[in-house]
């Protein structure tokens, strides 16, 4: 095991961190060090939404700290790039200097937009996330990147309703009498949400899952509806054919605090129960009985999350389900409403942590990392260099066969920063060891709760390894940046990070934040956050017609958009299985999916079918299959179970290619299309053909 070669000021005790994966719950963390190393984490018993429990993932965290492949310096490649991949040790003067002299030639030669940032939040902290990496690439004048991996259309979706990505507040909703679950695994995805959950659920609440899988959660909740993939927005609007017809409404809550509800309701019209259920493959009566329960339960709340948007329409998919508490005046209660995620609740300062006035005028090109694929095949002008950090998308990025021969060009010059030798580390030409959070300052905010946490180093960073923040310092003093920002310490970003005079701060500084490790955000608890309307939108009202999706040339309306690839199109009739990728409970995206502990939980690559859909292939339970389609293919074990519905293949990802048996992964199914809104990848809308091999 590599020791921390470095001398740590780090005192033996308890140090209070926050977890910094990209997971809704961030929780505060309690990290006892010894003689300068991590030998156990808890989560805090003081901070309400962690409330002394962590994920085994992060449980176990020591394992991923020391563990035996941890990058410990900076180093060159030699050979080929790609799986099998060698390297050798270099100095940190030799990396920095060499990807400076790189990026001036190629800036010289095409332009500085020829590089381009990939990063995504492998580090979830607002200064690990983006703070002096982005004034760096700003400065430089690099492409700039869309961030759509993962939320961007959900966010669009739900923001053209609502306002913003807020709503209600999660610790509240112990006094629901009905929580919908709408397309979230919450025992693995967000398991301090699942805790409140099962305490409404004690005091009497009816849980209803909503999910084309009988998930770990979906088995635990009262009712499981399974619809296919990517018709929730067909499902939301027979629900509120069903309000409306049978006047299950709060008129009163309409007539102040909506827009466009009559031209709502000659939409629903479009949407009976039983076109709907023909859409979604459910039984016409569960419709009914969705909508009556949902419109005679108060208070109601859905928790929704991404599951829903990643297919073609996922951004009207949040839309559409975010119009339904608003019709039934749900809102007018604490533990009623819906929630997608609270980071709007947080007043961050992101023009100061990444000083997008550093831009060059014109503003650079915007490449869309959901494409990289393509885009380093087909930009033009061509991407020359390509600085990968906080994200690995050789196995995250869908079309792999297109990301990776992107990243196999010999022309392109590769830089990645990450805490181990991940398959996009195998194309680097230079590679370069990143800290764990334990190892590095930080502050957070939260897409799943409404705290503030102060992340404080626990141990020197171990070997050379450098963080974001500091690579990306001395690369600037490297390229001759000289401006002022270059030289804030992580403790002036910290410090920058919010606006400590919003009101949602008040009573929280960075001082009282240094004492106490983490801060409620100045909230009124228990109250609801849109009793009296005043939502986010232009309207202030929640927007059952979008003056702005107008404009954006998109339906004003909520509408259902069918998955691009769709079972009733001629490619169902060579790819009839629609396959959706979600995440292992023991991984966490690709972290941890190199772990002895987690992999051995996860056995191998698996692929869940339905007994009818394994038996017309002749797949029996544990066969090896291979699940493909014309983009590509990649094997899996069989699990034939009525987990899955018919109709549906589910694979749990995101295993690193190269520790797969077959050097594959899911992401050589899936496609680059994009979303409705917000430009997001469409992982779950993948139709694929499943055979022995
Ligand atoms: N098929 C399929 N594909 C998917 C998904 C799916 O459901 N199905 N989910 C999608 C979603 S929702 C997401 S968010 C993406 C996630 O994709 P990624 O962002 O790539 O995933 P992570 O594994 O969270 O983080 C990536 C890397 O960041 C590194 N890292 C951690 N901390 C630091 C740090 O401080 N500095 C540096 N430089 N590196 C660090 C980690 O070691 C890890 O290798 O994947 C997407 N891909
Ligand atoms: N253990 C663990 N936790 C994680 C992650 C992880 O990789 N592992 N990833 C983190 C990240 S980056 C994110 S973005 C969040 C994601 O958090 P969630 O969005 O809650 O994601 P999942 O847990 O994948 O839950 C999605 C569920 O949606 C279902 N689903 C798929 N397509 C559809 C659909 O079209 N409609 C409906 N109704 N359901 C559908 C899937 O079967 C799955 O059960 O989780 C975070 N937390
Ligand atoms: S991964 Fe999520 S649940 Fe696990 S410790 Fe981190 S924030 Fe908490
Ligand atoms: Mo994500």
Redesign the pocket.
């Known amino acids: 095991m590599p020791t921390a070669t470095n001398p740590t000021k780090h005192p033996n005790g308890r140090v209070r961190g926050a977890c910094p994966h990209?997971?809704?719950d961030t929780c505060a963390l309690d990290v006892v060090v010894v003689d300068g190393r991590v030998v156990k984490v808890t989560g805090a018993a003081d901070h309400p939404p962690t409330a002394g429990v962590l994920?085994p993932?992060v449980a176990f965290y020591p394992e991923r700290i020391y563990h035996p492949d941890r990058l410990l310096y900076p180093q060159r490649r030699v050979g080929g790039k790609g799986p099998g991949a060698k390297f050798t040790r270099i100095s940190w003067d030799e990396a920095l200097r060499t990807i400076a002299e790189r990026f001036r030639q190629i800036a010289d030669a095409h332009g500085a937009e020829a590089i381009v940032p990939y990063s995504y939040a492998g580090n979830s902290g607002l200064l690990g996330y983006g703070s002096m990496d982005r004034r760096f690439f700003h400065r430089l004048g690099a492409s700039r990147l869309d961030r759509t991996i993962?939320?961007s259309a959900g966010a669009a979706g739900y923001s053209a309703t609502i306002g913003a990505s807020v709503g209600f507040d999660a610790e509240a909703i112990v006094d629901a009498r009905l929580l919908i679950l709408?397309?979230?695994?919450?025992v693995?995805?967000?398991l301090h949400f699942w805790r409140l959950a099962q305490e409404a659920r004690r005091r009497g609440a009816r849980l209803i899952a909503?999910?084309?899988?009988r998930?770990v959660t979906a088995e635990k909740c009262d009712w499981h509806i399974a619809?296919l993939?990517?018709t929730?927005s067909a499902l939301a609007l027979g629900m509120m054919h069903v309000l409306i017809r049978d006047d299950l409404l709060d008129r009163d809550y309409i007539e102040r605090h909506t827009l466009g509800f009559d031209a709502l309701r000659q939409r629903v019209r479009d949407y009976p129960p039983a076109r709907v259920a023909a859409i979604c493959d459910i039984d016409e009566a569960d419709v009914e009985k969705l909508a009556h329960a949902y419109g005679t339960a108060t208070p109601a709340a859905i928790r929704a999350?991404?599951?829903?948007n990643?297919?073609a329409g996922g951004g009207m998919a949040l839309r559409t389900v975010a119009c339904l508490p608003a019709l039934t005046g749900a809102w007018r209660h604490p533990a009623g409403g819906i929630l997608l995620s609270t980071s709007g609740n947080y007043p961050v300062d992101s023009h100061a942590l990444e000083r997008p006035d550093l831009m060059p005028t014109p503003r650079p090109r915007t490449i869309n990392m959901s494409t990289i694929g393509h885009d380093l095949l087909r930009a033009q002008p061509p991407i020359k260099a390509l600085f990968v950090y906080n994200s690995n998308p050789v196995a995250v990025a869908p079309h792999a066969a297109e990301v990776v021969r992107g990243f196999a060009r010999d022309d392109l010059f590769t830089v990645v920063h990450d805490l181990f030798q991940t398959d996009t580390a195998d194309h680097a030409d230079i590679l370069l060891p990143a800290p764990s959070h334990m190892e590095q300052l930080d502050i957070h905010k939260s897409y799943g709760h409404l705290h503030i946490q102060l992340n404080r180093p626990a141990i020197a960073p171990l070997g050379e390894a450098l963080s974001n923040t500091e690579l990306f310092r001395r690369l600037a003093r490297q390229m001759g940046f000289d401006d002022a920002c270059f030289a804030d310490s992580d403790e002036d970003l910290c410090r920058q990070a919010f606006d400590w005079r919003d009101p949602r701060l008040a009573g929280v500084s960075w001082d009282t934040l240094k004492a106490t490790g983490h801060a409620r955000l100045n909230l009124p608890s228990g109250a609801a956050p849109f009793a009296n309307g005043g939502f986010p939108t232009p309207s202030g009202k929640c927007e059952f017609y979008s003056e702005n999706m107008a404009r954006a040339g998109l339906d004003p309306l909520p509408a259902f958009i069918a998955p691009r690839e769709w079972r009733q199109s001629p490619l169902a009739r060579d790819f009839p299985l629609a396959l959706?990728t979600?995440?292992?409970?023991n991984?966490?995206?690709t972290s941890f999916a190199n772990s002895p502990r987690f992999l051995a939980q996860e056995q191998s690559p698996a692929v869940h079918l339905h007994p009818d859909d394994a038996a017309a292939r002749g797949i029996g339970e544990q066969t090896t299959v291979r699940i493909f389609n014309r983009r590509g293919e990649f094997r899996a074990r069989a699990i034939v179970s009525e987990r899955v519905r018919p109709g549906v293949a589910?694979a749990t990802s995101i295993w690193w290619r190269k520790l797969s048996p077959d050097g594959r992964n899911c992401n050589e199914v899936t496609s680059q299309a994009l979303t409705d809104m917000g430009q997001g990848a469409t992982f779950?809308d993948c139709l694929v053909e499943v055979a022995p091999v």
């Open positions: 990209d997971c809704p994920c993932k993962c939320a709408w397309g979230t695994n919450s693995v995805s967000n909503i999910d084309p899988c998930t619809p993939p990517g929730d999350n991404y599951g829903l990643r297919t959706i979600p995440p292992a409970r991984f966490l995206n589910m779950y």
